[in-house]
């Protein structure tokens, strides 16, 4: 087992077992990562920036333009006379050559035929089976496409544990985080009494709406908003929960 290093200075809060004991700074970026990690799933590459300008993850994703399934960009490797696939567990299989002169196929880069000596090799991916050329096609979608997009997407997390004494969550928003350019979005990451995470995924649009009145409240204009809702259906806020959907 490895054993514990203390470091000087810093705070036992290293040393914390469960989410209740991390620090503000901690969990917070905590949840930046459970994010993260959730988002993956879903297919996004995650990305982070240098400096907090209230984005804390940029998304983005190539997907066919056709049927919109993610996009794979490894090139198929193929041999071009018996159709044998190269692309996956095969690749060290692929011969360096073949001799002009016995039509051995060659590995390494010797310059002489390992079968009958002579120097005529042609240089190329060739197939171990049939000694074809092996060719590097670009990938086409199941669907037949061979045109796909890219999307990217701006996140803003906001976490938060159980409310002391209480069975509720609370978040924080500012005026300021209200980005409305279409492609800005936030994830709520919610930690249970039991460490699990909750999300709740919405559109700004979806955030404006749900809020409604209080938006023009003095307390939300004046940075002070906090949204406190149920621990267990989320409130006003449940039906966002794992709209992961909404982010496509
Ligand atoms: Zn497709
Ligand atoms: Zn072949
Ligand atoms: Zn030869």
Redesign the pocket.
């Known amino acids: 087992m490895a054993k514990k290093i203390k470091i000087p200075g810093l705070s036992e809060k290293l040393d914390a077992k469960t989410v209740s004991e991390l620090s503000e700074k901690h969990f917070s970026r905590y949840g930046e990562f459970l994010v993260s990690f959730e988002l993956s799933k879903h297919g996004w590459n995650v990305y982070t920036p240098v400096y907090d300008e209230y984005i804390d993850i940029l998304i983005h994703k190539y997907y066919c333009k056709v049927c919109k399934k993610l996009w794979n960009h490894t090139p198929e490797l193929i041999c071009k006379q018996c159709g044998k696939d190269f692309t996956k567990t095969q690749k060290n299989k692929i011969q360096t050559g073949v001799?002009?002169?016995?039509?051995?196929a060659?590995t390494g880069n010797k310059s002489?035929?390992?079968?009958?000596?002579?120097t005529?090799?042609l240089r190329r991916p060739s197939c171990d089976k049939c000694h074809g050329e092996i060719e590097m096609k670009k990938h086409k979608c199941e669907c037949g496409s061979t045109k796909y997009e890219t999307k990217f997407r701006t996140i803003q997390v906001k976490s938060s544990r159980i409310e002391d004494n209480k069975n509720s969550y609370a978040i924080d928003m500012k005026p300021k985080d209200l980005i409305e350019d279409g492609l800005h979005f936030y994830i709520w990451c919610l930690i249970d009494n039991d460490d699990r995470p909750h999300f709740l995924v919405m559109t700004v649009k979806n955030f404006v709406e749900t809020m409604g009145k209080s938006l023009q409240g003095i307390s939300f204009f004046k940075d002070q908003d906090r949204q406190h809702f149920n621990a267990t259906d989320f409130g006003k806020w449940g039906k966002y929960i794992n709209r992961f959907d909404k982010l496509e």
């Not at 001799?99 to 051995?104: A, R, V």
């Not at 002489?112 to 002579?118: A, H, L, R």
């Open positions: 001799c002009k002169d016995c039509g051995e060659q002489k035929c390992s079968k009958c000596g002579k005529n090799i």
